[in-house]
């Protein structure tokens, strides 16, 4: 899987959007995109993913670059308990290589009131 | 059942003894992961089964760590002759598998609350 580069933190004020980029400049035409996060003393928790298009859940969303070489997760208005490690992943989805997700050092996400 | 368990969720042994982890996927979800987070790091890859396909193991730091899945069901994470290095939280995630019916992927592993294995 590609490598990720990530700022290993950022602060965030409440009620504000928090912008978290990530570099994937070695991405291939068949990784996805995908953001994690793990929250203080629990599991991993999936966010959003994606392949070349922009996309949005109720959790955020994901705007990736036209050439796919880095992209940025939105929380749109962040609150203190989106105080967490967020992870970008990218990742072969061929069957052959199977799903396995590899993590990086994430950045750490403190929002502050 | 409703969500990824793991069990016991905390475990504290000997140095030198052998601990088995054990991992209850979501019902129906054909791949398993384990993975490994040291205090203050990241997750690291251990091991990954994909229905009956052969595991890959790439991750797994020595001979001493071993997992077995029967099936689609449970696996067990074993460590044999645990050294303190071996202290970390285990973690294990399913998900559905590595395309779904339709040719696209899936979207997401679902991870459990882990088991904090402390070598003393």
């Known amino acids: 899987d590609a490598k990720t580069t990530q700022p290993p933190s950022m602060d965030c004020a409440e009620g504000r959007a928090a912008n978290l980029p990530c570099n994937h400049s070695t991405i291939s035409g068949n990784e996805y995109v995908y953001w994690y996060r793990q929250i203080h003393s629990q599991g991993p928790q999936y966010i959003i993913h994606?392949?070349?298009n922009n996309e949005t859940n109720e959790m955020a969303s994901l705007i990736i670059t036209e050439d796919r070489k880095s992209s940025t997760l939105i929380l749109p208005h962040a609150t203190l308990r989106d105080t967490a490690v967020y992870y970008c992943?990218?990742?072969?989805?061929?069957?052959?290589?199977?799903?396995?997700?590899?993590f990086g050092g994430g950045t750490r996400v403190l929002v502050k009131p | 059942g409703a969500g990824v368990s793991q069990s016991p969720s905390n475990k504290v042994t000997e140095k030198g003894k052998d601990v088995e982890l054990r991992c209850d996927p979501i019902?129906?979800?054909?791949?398993l992961y384990w993975y490994r987070q040291r205090l203050g790091q990241g997750l690291e890859f251990l091991i990954y089964?994909?229905?009956?396909?052969?595991?890959?193991k790439s991750g797994l730091p020595s001979d001493r760590f071993s997992a077995e899945r029967t099936g689609e069901s449970v696996s067990t994470l074993t460590i044999q002759r645990t050294q303190q290095e071996d202290s970390a939280v285990y973690l294990c995630a399913s998900s559905l598998g590595a395309l779904r019916r339709d040719g696209l992927p899936n979207t997401e592993a679902f991870f459990g609350q882990g088991t904090r294995l402390t070598v003393v």
């Open positions: 994606g392949l070349k």
């Open positions: 992943i990218v990742r072969l989805m061929i069957k052959a290589a199977g799903n396995k997700l590899t």
């Open positions: 019902s129906g979800h054909t791949a």
């Open positions: 089964f994909q229905g009956n396909s052969a595991p890959d």
